[in-house]
């Protein structure tokens, strides 16, 4: 099937017009036009979508596409006429220099904007700038006055180093553009996977029933990359795995695990549930986390450092759900594989009716586990014990029913903006996270950034998962460490 005969079943999205400020820079050119390329290859995004990049100095379209070209149409070999398609998709494009600092310097986009302007076309202003420049940019666009009821704003992090200064920057968004028009991105709630976190947990009942202490022994998450830092040196320095990671990321996947079921699949009741989730998490003591530093770290930003490029840490959710089972969290840099994988291990079965006459149980006692791979080779794996088959007693083996996603729905994933993307025509604010949930996940990372720092991370090798730690073992635990096919591993 093509994304095209998938079309009629997902949500119409309305013509819309898309203003990315800072559009020439990397964000707009990595992952913002080649997610919006691809839903216009798709058919979602039409002819009468319009697009307009600001930045400092003007582009030529030509310049723009050379730019644009190699992360449009790498690995879309299959795409039919993509050089021809990204031609016309660049033809909707206009391209504006203009002065965020400088009064009035929006009034002609204004103009252009306000050209056959509704009620019904969202105006959608994608901050592709520092959060420095957050304010002012706000400024030019309400003097221009395009706050209008189907204006919207694009955000993403970093929005802060901690809560005083995140709340800082969302005051001065909030000054000018209302919360339910304010669209934060994290990236990984755009994620098929993670979507599916909460079709499996909702739209199943299966699940649902053992999906609390009475049966979960313990869950873990382990988000593992096997880059360094590259030319991002200089802002990861200053966040590190906690803030750039943790903070974000991390916990909204633990959020996804762990919240009630909403009433609703909208928006506020989705996000309230999560809110919940993070004001329930127990304050950490610093003997429930690991910091690390790959070996190579410091020489790649150039001078002494004890910023963190790996976290690991055990969770405690304080509410009748939860209590008592640990989740288990991890994320660094340079590790062994690049995988993020979230593992439910149910308890151990109560009372054993093998291991007893002679019977073979190979791994004796092997827990049934749960194993939802959000990347890559996306899927699911539910770990049982059965019998070896034929003669000769009663032999028991571990074996595992898996569900691929690339393989059962054979097509390509989408990349998490474009999901994200085009959410925001739609005024879809779900996967987006709200101020309050924002600040709550501050509220539980301060205290451990605070302590954080002046810590000595651990050094740990290149390739491998990070810097030895007993959180399991003093649990009688191990990590269980993602297996990738490397042959497709990205
Ligand atoms: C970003 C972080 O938010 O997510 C990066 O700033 C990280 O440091 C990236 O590499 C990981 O995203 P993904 O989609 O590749 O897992």
Same mark, same amino acid.
């Given at each position: ?49 319009? #697009? ?24 879309? &070999?299959?795409?039919?006429?993509? &050089? ?34 509704? &009620? ?24 221009? +006055? ?30 000018? #553009? ?49 880059? +360094? ?35 609703? #699949? ?225």
């Amino acid at each position: 099937m093509t994304d095209r005969e998938l079309l009629p079943q997902s949500a119409a999205v309305p013509d819309s017009d898309y203003v990315i400020i800072g559009g020439t820079g990397d964000l707009s050119l990595r992952k913002i036009f080649p997610a919006l390329f691809l839903r216009y290859a798709a058919g979602q995004v039409t002819n009468d979508f319009r #697009f307009f990049v600001l930045g400092r100095q003007t582009i030529t379209a030509e310049d723009f596409k050379a730019k644009l070209k190699p992360h449009c149409l790498a690995g879309m &070999e299959t795409l039919k006429d993509g &050089e021809a398609l990204l031609d016309r998709f660049i033809g909707l494009i206009e391209f504006n220099a203009i002065d965020i600092s400088a009064k009035n310097s929006m009034a002609g986009l204004a103009e252009k904007l306000m050209n056959g302007a509704d &009620e019904t076309r969202p105006i959608i202003f994608y901050m592709s700038i520092a959060p420095s420049l957050f304010s002012e940019a706000c400024q030019r666009i309400d003097e221009a +006055g395009l706050v209008l009821p189907q204006s919207r704003l694009v955000v993403e992090k970093p929005l802060g180093h901690d809560r005083a200064s995140s709340l800082e920057i969302n005051d001065k968004l909030l000054a000018v #553009f209302k919360e339910s028009q304010i669209y934060r991105i994290d990236h990984y709630l755009g994620k098929e996977t993670v979507q599916n976190l909460m079709a499996l947990r909702f739209a199943n009942v299966i699940f649902e029933a053992l999906w609390n202490n009475r049966y979960i022994d313990n869950i873990q998450i382990t988000v593992a990359e096997t880059v +360094g830092v590259g030319s991002r040196a200089s802002y990861y320095d200053q966040y590190g795995a906690i803030r750039d990671m943790l903070q974000n990321h991390l916990l909204q996947l633990l959020c996804l695990v762990a919240m009630e079921p909403p009433a609703r #699949f909208n928006a506020d009741q989705v996000r309230n549930e999560k809110l919940r989730v993070l004001q329930a998490l127990r304050p950490l003591e610093m003997d429930q986390v690991v910091m690390g530093q790959y070996q190579a770290y410091a020489h790649e930003v150039g001078k002494p450092t004890l910023t963190e490029t790996y976290v690991g840490l055990k969770v405690l959710i304080d509410n009748w759900r939860w209590a008592g089972v640990p989740f288990y969290i991890r994320t660094g840099k340079k590790m062994t594989t690049r995988a993020s994988e979230i593992v439910i291990t149910f308890k151990n079965r109560p009372h054993d009716i093998f291991n007893k006459d002679g019977i073979t149980d190979h791994d004796n006692e092997i827990p049934n586990r749960l194993i939802i791979r959000v990347q890559p080779q996306e899927g699911l794996r539910l770990l049982l014990t059965s019998k070896e088959p034929g003669p000769g007693g009663m032999r028991l083996f571990p074996s595992e029913l898996n569900l691929s996603f690339g393989e059962t729905f054979d097509e390509r994933l989408p990349d998490a903006y474009e999901r994200l993307l085009m959410d925001i025509a739609r005024g879809n604010q779900t996967l987006f996270m709200r101020l309050d949930e924002v600040l709550a996940a501050w509220d539980f990372i301060d205290p451990l950034a605070k302590n954080a720092q002046g810590a000595i991370p651990l050094l740990y090798a290149e390739g491998t998962m990070g810097p030895p730690d007993t959180l399991l073992s003093d649990d009688g635990r191990e990590w269980v460490d993602p297996k990738v096919d490397n042959d497709d591993a990205d």
